[in-house]
């Protein structure tokens, strides 16, 4: 089917319009994953906690869905360098301290992108845009909110620049506790978080329960 998608496609009259226009044909079909929902236990269920998604990407929405989490459009979001750093943030914070969410996850795709793209500079950009433009306007809003929160900021996967595919090797985390006043020395990166003797979580599933129940 792909490939007669191809031999359909390839001079259908709106092809030969966009090729005129200078733009790319929509030349094929291209099946992906067929399937069904995964029997999953909602979130709520699950912790007793209402949870939230905020993701360009439509894979996590998915599992947002199969969760029971509610999911929240970002406008301007498009897991791309340039998304709505700061729309999410704001989203997150308002779905937490006025909507009633007691947990959000906040994804962003951009990093992830720039590793695919072997781009060093880019993918550098993303984090700063990241560390800047979410986490720094979401913390300050939490905090002047008077509220206690945790927060866990961590990749999915690594994306190294130098094979432009994901690896599976370990990945760091960071955990804040509002409520405690720890002053470390260490940065946080997979070199630093490797050297610092801290817990190691062999079962990534395992670490949701590390953040909610402590």
Known sequence: MMKKSYDILENHPLNVERRKKGLNPANSCWFWGAGTRPALTSFEEKTHLKGAMISAVDLLKGIAVGAG?????????????????????????????????????????????????????????????MDARLIKPLVEAMDASGEDYRLLIMPDHPTPICIRTHSS????????????????????NEKEAAESGNIVIEEGYELIDRLLNE
């Open 169 to 188: 090797n370990p990945v760091p985390f960071m955990l804040y506790d509002s409520r405690k006043d720890l002053k470390k020395s260490w940065n946080y």
């Open 69 to 129: 989490m509610k999911n929240i459009e970002v406008e301007g979001a498009n897991g791309g360098l340039h998304t709505n750093y700061e729309g999410k943030a704001q989203a997150a914070a308002d779905t937490l301290l006025n909507d009633g969410s007691d947990f959000v996850y906040i994804h962003l795709e951009a990093p992830d992108e720039m590793g695919h793209q072997g781009s060093i500079e880019r993918k550098i950009q993303a984090i700063e845009n």
